[in-house]
């Protein structure tokens, strides 16, 4: 046998030695990485669950076991939140302050976000750059302003002050979404609507509009969950006890019935309820939506 036989027999075991040891560590790192999700999966799902089973325990059972799923399912919590709570009274003015402000903050958005995005004037770039800007400042610190100006002007504790105030907050970024969005638009649509004789009014909400479906319903969806799940503002601007919205009424709530765990998450519960359906039904338009306005022209 000569040594270039030798060389090339002993080439396979070295190759096969390798590529075992390289698989030895794939299958570790895989291994690693699930159990990675999986806590993180854990983490998140546990509260949701710690949610919906408490409801369905009594007060003795929650202490004997307060993760365990309950032996008998008693409805008696969500009774007893209904009839401490004026939850059909919250539900109602987060509604109309929800509905109000992201039907205002839309079609004033879609109107800003066209004028940015199709029309040339002077000082666009820096409108953009203000718009944008505005994302980063927290709500809390233009709060007092707001509470100063809405005083004055009588408007505290006021469906029209709170709905002005929540379509302002949420502006910028659906400016910002639907301006991008509406970049990505053949600009040859917009050129055969001009010469058909439209008007820019018909142009947007007759053709940018209803081919900016999966913006409108992640614009909605966001801002919606946005306004639904606020507190700070809510608390500061609705005082009166007749204006508070859900998340302002379930803190209250909360701290009532503080000894009484499954009542408390009871009312949690049917707070979240709403908002987790309305994410059910535009969630398939939600990542389109981002990934879409993410997209500039």
Avoid: C
Avoid at 109 to 131: E, H, K
Avoid at 257 to 286: C, E, H, K, T, W
């Amino acid at each position: 046998m000569t040594l270039s036989n030798v060389r090339s027999n002993a080439r396979p075991a070295g190759g096969s030695a390798n590529q075992s040891g390289t698989r030895r560590r794939l299958g570790v790192d895989s291994i690693v990485k699930h159990l990675v999700l999986i806590l993180a999966s854990l983490t998140v799902l546990l509260p949701a669950y710690f949610m919906i089973i408490t409801p369905l325990k009594t007060q003795e059972a929650y202490a004997l076991s307060k993760l365990g799923f309950p032996t008998e399912i008693y409805l008696g919590s969500f009774a007893t939140a209904l009839r401490g709570g004026r939850f059909f009274l919250w539900f109602a003015n987060t509604i109309i302050l929800s509905v109000g402000a992201v039907a205002l903050s839309t079609f004033f958005s879609a109107l800003g976000a066209f004028a940015t995005s199709r029309m040339n004037f002077r000082g666009r770039s820096l409108l953009l750059s203000v718009i944008s800007s505005l994302m980063v400042i927290p709500p809390v610190v233009m709060l007092i302003p707001l509470f100063l100006l809405l005083t004055r002007l009588k408007m505290t504790s006021t469906y029209p002050g709170a709905i002005l105030v929540y379509a302002g907050m949420v502006a910028p970024f659906s400016v910002y979404l639907l301006n991008n969005f509406f970049r990505t638009i053949p600009h040859e649509i917009i050129e055969s609507a001009l010469m058909d004789g439209a008007s820019p009014f018909d142009i947007l909400f007759k053709i940018m509009l209803p081919l900016s479906a999966p913006a409108m319903m992640t614009l909605l969806t966001v801002n919606m969950l946005w306004v639904w799940n606020d507190l700070l503002i809510a608390l500061v601007l609705l005082p009166e006890d007749n204006m508070r919205t859900l998340m302002v009424g379930i803190t209250v709530f909360g701290s009532r019935y503080n000894a009484d765990v499954p009542v408390s998450m009871a009312g949690m519960l049917m707070a979240s309820v709403p908002i987790f359906l309305l994410y059910l039904f535009g969630q398939r338009f939600f990542i389109r939506g981002l990934v879409a306005g993410a997209i500039k022209g």
